[in-house]
């Protein structure tokens, strides 16, 4: 079975730096790129990052180029996503998803159940 | 950044009944569209890809169709389940992005 577990949501203060993880099973996680997904309470879906199946392509919306850092360990199978600079509009559920291509295209397979940040003082 | 429009926003329906939801891109994204599930306090889920393409375990009341920048979601006959908010996401460019939503409730 294809799962996907995130960890490493928290209470952080404007500004915080925080280091989502997502542990990959049941599929070869080399073979399939991978994004992280974020929802605001009550809000919709905002794509938040996203990464080739050999890691060598990385890609972010403008409102978090330069804060976040998506990169993964295909010998451990996991994904991770390090926020820096964190702001209160921030504050979401982040969901791992796994892709069905290495990185031709990008859609949202599988998702994990996601982890919580919060970022308030 | 291509901008994905649905509507309406909130669609309320009895069991049994079709829903008819709409999807609009700000320019051409030619069929890269998908639409996903999401049922409150749950992950969503993939129903659609490429506009017409069920995903697996999907069920065959679920359709989709468009191209360009229009595209519809059809549940041909509601099942209690399905009362759920709704995403469409384009890949036809960077970034990805995901429409507003439509949720499906039970009138």
């Known amino acids: 079975e294809v799962q996907l577990l995130e960890s490493g949501g928290d209470l952080v203060q404007p500004g915080g730096s925080l280091r989502l993880s997502c542990a990959a099973s049941?599929?070869?996680?080399?073979?399939?790129?991978m994004t992280w997904v974020r929802q605001a309470p009550g809000k919709g879906l905002e794509w938040v990052s996203a990464?080739?199946?050999?890691?060598?392509?990385?890609y972010y919306p403008d409102s978090v180029k330069g804060r976040f850092t998506i990169s993964r360990d295909n010998s451990k199978n996991t994904l991770s996503l390090q926020m820096n600079s964190l702001r209160a509009e921030d504050t979401a559920i982040y969901f791992c998803?796994?892709?069905?291509?290495?990185?031709?295209?990008?859609?949202?397979?599988?998702w994990g159940r996601g982890t919580t940040v919060t970022v308030s003082s | 950044e291509i901008v994905l429009t649905q509507s309406p926003a909130t669609l309320s329906l009895s069991p049994g009944e079709r829903a008819t939801l709409s999807c609009r891109a700000s320019?051409?994204?030619?069929?890269?569209l998908a639409w996903y599930q999401q049922k409150p306090g749950q992950a969503p889920r993939l129903l659609i890809y490429?506009?017409?393409n069920r995903a697996t375990d999907i069920p065959a009341r679920f359709s989709g169709s468009g191209s360009g920048t229009d595209f519809t979601l059809t549940i041909s006959s509601l099942e209690p389940e399905d009362f759920a908010v709704y995403y469409c996401?384009?890949?036809?460019?960077?970034?990805?992005?995901f429409g507003g939503g439509t949720k499906v409730e039970i009138k």
């Open positions: 998803t796994k892709v069905p291509t290495g990185g031709t295209y990008y859609y949202m397979d599988v």
């Open positions: 049941g599929f070869t996680f080399s073979n399939f790129a």
């Open positions: 990464i080739s199946g050999n890691g060598r392509s990385t």
């Open positions: 320019q051409s994204i030619n069929n890269y």
């Open positions: 490429d506009a017409s």
């Open positions: 996401q384009q890949r036809g460019n960077w970034p990805l992005t």
